[in-house]
Every structure is written in structure tokens, then in C-alpha cells.
């Protein structure tokens, strides 16, 4: 059974008396986080996404997760004030379009919905691989992170499909369930980004653009170097770091 201890961090058991609110800050800034992160991505992308066509109530949980999702990630991952500003206004402005998009589940806005998700999930990619690599000894967290990171990609690259299909209508050929709505095709180019970036290609969705086909090619590319080089990296060096300790 998980400890408060884990599940809180050293630093957030230190003083009771400290606010709510600067305890959950204390949490997210630290390695432990990444490993909440992973959870928080997998359960949003594996267990939400494949049952958000049940009914509105789970489209509208999903949404909330969502949000949350990054909003933690990029105002608490970050130690710095003028950072969490921007981001602040940032995540206000991408959640406010996403919602409306959702409420009204119209094309009209899915371009600036895309796009804005893109940038949120780029930057809170960079501000975690910013916390894997930086100094110290490699932990499971660390290396959980890494694989977070791998996700987080998988995500950017599914809101730039949709991006493109949306700037260039018939960049992607898909199935007529796929195109009934606006959700329904944000669901496909993420099944289809993590397809493409596994390199599985089951070829139920398909690039028909140059553009999309290039994209494509970058995401299969990265799909093979990101776990080759980092993460083999880092479980080399935790491995190492054990043996070290052992000796």
C-alpha cells in the first residue's frame, strides 16, 4: 500500500500548517511528480478516450481531467514567477477556446483549439524533460518522467494533425465514423499519432497531404530515436548508479 509519505513528498509532510495551496505547489516541484504525471497522462489517454462516446457526462469529466492535467503541469512544474504568469494566461486562453469548441462541437474553432493545445503540450514536454535531465542522480521518477515525455509527444503531434486537417481540409483520409464530428476526429488523430509513433501503421488512417506526410515521417522518426537514446540513457545510468551504490 502507497505511503502519505509517497504520495506527498517530503517536503509537503514537513508543516501541517502550511497552506493547501503551497503544499500541492511543494508536490509538483518535485521528482515524484513526474511519476503522478505518467498516471495522470495514462489514465486521460487509455481509460477517458476510449469510452468519451458513452455520453456528455464522460466527455465533460475527460475535459476536466484535461484541464487540470495541464494546468498543474505548467504553473507548478516551473519554479519560475514570471513563467507561471505567462503560463497562467496561457492555460486561461487555451482552456476557454477548447471549452467553446467543445460546448459548441464546431469546426470554426478547432484550428485556434489545436493550436493552442499544441503549444501547451510542447511547453509542458519541455519543462518535463527540463526536470528529467537535470542535475542529480537518475531515479525511477526521472525515468517514469522520460516516458511521460514520450506521451507528451504523442499528444503534440495529434493536435498538429488536427491543426493541418483543419488548415488543409482532406490532408488525412480516415472512415465516415471518424469524420461525424469534431470530437470524433480529435479521437482519431490521437489514436493515430500514438499508432504513428509506435510505428505499428495499421493504415486505417492514412496522410493523402505532403505537408501531413511530412509530419508523419518526423513523428515515426522521433517514435524510434526518443526511447533509443533517452530513456535507454537513463535506465543505463540508474542501473549503473545502483551497482555503484551496491559496491
Known amino acids: 500500500m502507497l505511503s502519505l509519505r509517497w504520495l506527498c513528498g517530503e517536503r509537503y509532510l514537513q508543516s501541517e500548517k502550511e497552506p493547501m495551496f503551497k503544499k500541492i505547489m511543494n508536490f509538483w516541484s518535485e521528482e515524484r511528480s513526474l511519476t503522478t504525471l505518467l498516471v495522470l497522462l495514462a ?5 477517458l478516450e476510449p469510452v468519451i462516446r458513452e455520453g456528455a457526462k464522460v466527455a465533460f469529466l475527460r475535459g476536466v481531467f484535461s484541464s487540470l492535467l495541464r494546468l498543474a503541469g505548467l504553473l507548478t512544474m516551473t519554479r519560475h514567477k514570471t513563467l507561471k504568469i505567462v503560463f497562467a494566461v496561457f492555460v486561461t486562453l487555451t482552456m476557454m477556446v477548447h471549452w467553446t469548441r467543445i460546448a459548441l462541437d464546431t469546426r470554426a474553432l478547432m484550428g485556434w483549439d489545436a493550436f493552442l493545445l499544441l503549444l501547451s503540450m510542447l511547453a509542458l514536454m519541455v519543462i518535463v524533460l527540463a526536470q528529467v535531465n537535470q542535475k542529480g542522480p537518475v531515479t525511477g521518477h526521472r525515468v517514469r518522467g522520460a516516458v511521460a515525455g514520450y506521451l507528451l509527444l504523442g499528444m503534440s503531434c495529434a493536435y498538429a494533425y488536427s491543426l493541418i486537417d483543419t488548415l488543409i481540409p482532406g490532408s488525412f483520409q480516415m ?31 492514412t496522410a493523402a497531404h505532403p505537408v501531413a506526410r511530412s509530419v508523419v515521417m518526423m513523428e515515426a522518426l ?9 530513456i535507454a540513457r537513463l535506465v543505463t545510468l540508474q542501473m549503473e548508479a545502483r551497482k555503484n551504490k551496491a559496491a
Open 222 to 230: 522521433l517514435g524510434q530515436l526518443y526511447p533509443a537514446i533517452l
Open 43 to 47: 489514465i486521460n489517454m487509455f481509460v
Open 175 to 205: 472512415s465516415a465514423a471518424d469524420l461525424q464530428s469534431s470530437q470524433t476526429r480529435s479521437d482519431a488523430f490521437n489514436y493515430f499519432s500514438i499508432v504513428t509513433l509506435t510505428t505499428l501503421g495499421y493504415g486505417d488512417i
